[in-house]
């Protein structure tokens, strides 16, 4: 660890803060523990109802996103799904349903019909559909009342696989769990987690605590492997996405994961992952999820945005314009805090990042952003 870390800090005068921080994020993993159990005996019963509705033999429902991972916060009762077709003619449908906005739409309605006409799901009275099929990923939202919402997908093969990647890494050390949800606290106080905006994403801060728990430093070995290699025959690229459907319908083999060398615990994790993102250099270095280390990029310098690549794409899943600007300045700024024994034992309200909006009130990724700074 860096001389001057906020680590270094933390463990010499603040451990009391660092123990009830602790205990904080081991409570907070079993209310999404509890919350997640709620919602599944909520939701399933809906979508096995939806997906009877409109699927046949040779298609599927399948929950992606929070649901499917386990990582349900703040009590959300927004469920992503995917339709997928299973048969021999899967490609020509996706290709159809990528190059054809008239098939697209056609097909949405169709769906809205078959729903709607279904008397033990839909109530005209409260429920209410959208299908816009002119986005760049077509979406048909359903609103079951004011509780329960369903964004539903069609054959978006890379969310089948970022959920699957995404389930291994938060069932195999429930250390990822509880940073995940530390960062992703931090980052909704900080204002600096707004995807549309250009700024991180829940799918960005799952990845950058996957990257970072996987990373050796110094003598340590890292928390967690190379997920992508161990569960190579399950979430890698080459996959057929017929078995990563079939992956989604079973449980993480932790068989396979030798239990990790570092006990590192959660509060010492979280002051390392501040050091480690406050000094990262985002101008030279990119994040490879099957990398165990930041990988030098292609043309350092002229690209100032986070580059983070995950094993299904060519291309950088972050491209906002102003991811690295404001992560970097928020990493500098807890660490800094944190060797004063702030944002130690803080989670989840984290009062301390209004000094932090004040400060930066006049960058755009904030003065062009509707809440309020008092």
Same mark, same amino acid.
């Given at each position: 660890?860096?001389?001057?870390?906020?680590?270094?800090?933390?463990?010499?005068?603040?451990?009391?803060k660092?123990?009830?921080?602790?205990?904080?994020?081991?409570?907070?993993?079993?209310?999404?523990?509890?919350?997640?159990?709620?919602?599944?005996?909520?939701?399933?019963?809906?979508?096995?109802?939806?997906?009877?509705?409109?699927?046949?033999?040779?298609?599927?429902?399948?929950?992606?996103?929070?649901?499917?991972?386990?990582?349900?916060l703040?009590?959300?009762?927004?469920?992503?799904?995917?339709?997928?077709?299973?048969s021999?003619?899967?490609?020509?449908?996706?290709?159809?349903?990528?190059?054809?906005?008239?098939?697209r739409?056609?097909?949405?309605?169709?769906i809205?019909?078959?729903? @709607?006409?279904?008397? $033990? !799901?839909? %109530?005209?009275?409260?429920?209410?559909?959208l /299908?816009?099929? +002119?986005?760049?990923?077509?979406?048909?939202?359903?609103?079951?009342?004011?509780?329960?919402?369903?964004?539903?997908?069609?054959?978006?093969?890379?969310s089948?696989r970022?959920?699957?990647?995404?389930?291994?890494?938060?069932?195999?050390?429930?250390?990822?769990?509880?940073?995940?949800?530390w960062?992703?606290?931090?980052?909704?106080?900080?204002?600096?987690?707004d995807?549309?905006?250009?700024?991180?994403?829940?799918?960005?801060?799952s990845?950058?605590?996957?990257?970072?728990?996987?990373?050796?430093?110094?003598?340590?070995s890292?928390?967690?492997?190379?997920?992508?290699?161990?569960?190579?025959?399950?979430?890698?690229?080459?996959?057929l996405?017929?078995?990563?459907?079939?992956?989604?319908?079973?449980?993480v083999?932790?068989?396979?994961?030798?239990?990790? @060398?570092?006990?590192? $615990? !959660?509060? %010492?994790?979280?002051?390392?992952?501040?050091? /480690?993102?406050? +000094?990262?250099?985002?101008?030279?270095?990119a994040?490879?999820i099957?990398?165990a280390?930041?990988?030098?990029?292609?043309?350092?310098?002229i690209?100032?945005?986070?580059?983070?690549?995950?094993?299904?794409?060519?291309?950088?899943?972050?491209?906002?314009?102003?991811?690295?600007?404001?992560?970097?300045?928020?990493?500098?700024?807890?660490?800094?805090?944190?060797?004063?024994?702030?944002f130690?034992?803080?989670?989840?309200?984290?009062?301390?990042?209004?000094?932090?909006?004040?400060?930066?009130?006049?960058?755009?990724?904030?003065?062009?952003?509707?809440?309020?700074?008092?």
């Amino acid at each position: 660890m860096p001389t001057n870390s906020a680590h270094e800090f933390a463990t010499n005068l603040h451990e009391p803060k660092l123990k009830i921080l602790d205990e904080l994020l081991k409570e907070a993993d079993v209310r999404r523990g509890e919350r997640h159990k709620e919602m599944l005996e909520t939701i399933v019963p809906i979508v096995k109802k939806i997906e009877k509705c409109i699927c046949t033999e040779e298609s599927r429902l399948v929950t992606i996103g929070s649901l499917a991972t386990g990582l349900t916060l703040r009590g959300s009762s927004d469920v992503d799904l995917c339709f997928v077709t299973t048969s021999k003619h899967s490609n020509q449908f996706m290709a159809d349903l990528t190059a054809n906005y008239d098939f697209r739409r056609t097909f949405m309605s169709t769906i809205v019909g078959l729903i @709607k006409k279904d008397q $033990s !799901i839909w %109530d005209y009275r409260n429920n209410h559909a959208l /299908y816009l099929p +002119g986005i760049k990923v077509p979406l048909l939202t359903l609103n079951f009342g004011k509780k329960i919402k369903f964004d539903m997908q069609f054959s978006h093969y890379h969310s089948l696989r970022n959920t699957d990647l995404l389930r291994h890494f938060a069932g195999l050390d429930s250390r990822f769990r509880m940073l995940y949800i530390w960062v992703k606290e931090l980052a909704i106080q900080m204002r600096i987690k707004d995807g549309a905006f250009g700024l991180l994403s829940s799918y960005h801060i799952s990845l950058l605590v996957a990257h970072f728990l996987q990373t050796k430093r110094s003598n340590d070995s890292s928390v967690l492997p190379l997920v992508t290699k161990v569960f190579e025959d399950r979430i890698s690229g080459k996959v057929l996405i017929e078995k990563v459907i079939e992956s989604l319908d079973t449980p993480v083999n932790i068989k396979k994961i030798i239990t990790s @060398k570092n006990t590192d $615990s !959660i509060s %010492d994790l979280v002051v390392q992952f501040v050091d /480690y993102f406050a +000094g990262f250099d985002y101008y030279n270095n990119a994040i490879y999820i099957d990398k165990a280390h930041p990988v030098p990029k292609k043309q350092p310098l002229i690209n100032a945005k986070l580059q983070i690549f995950d094993p299904y794409s060519d291309e950088s899943i972050s491209n906002g314009i102003h991811t690295v600007e404001a992560f970097s300045l928020a990493m500098k700024f807890v660490q800094d805090r944190m060797k004063k024994g702030f944002f130690l034992n803080t989670f989840p309200q984290f009062p301390e990042a209004q000094i932090f909006l004040h400060q930066n009130q006049d960058k755009v990724w904030i003065s062009n952003r509707k809440f309020d700074l008092a």
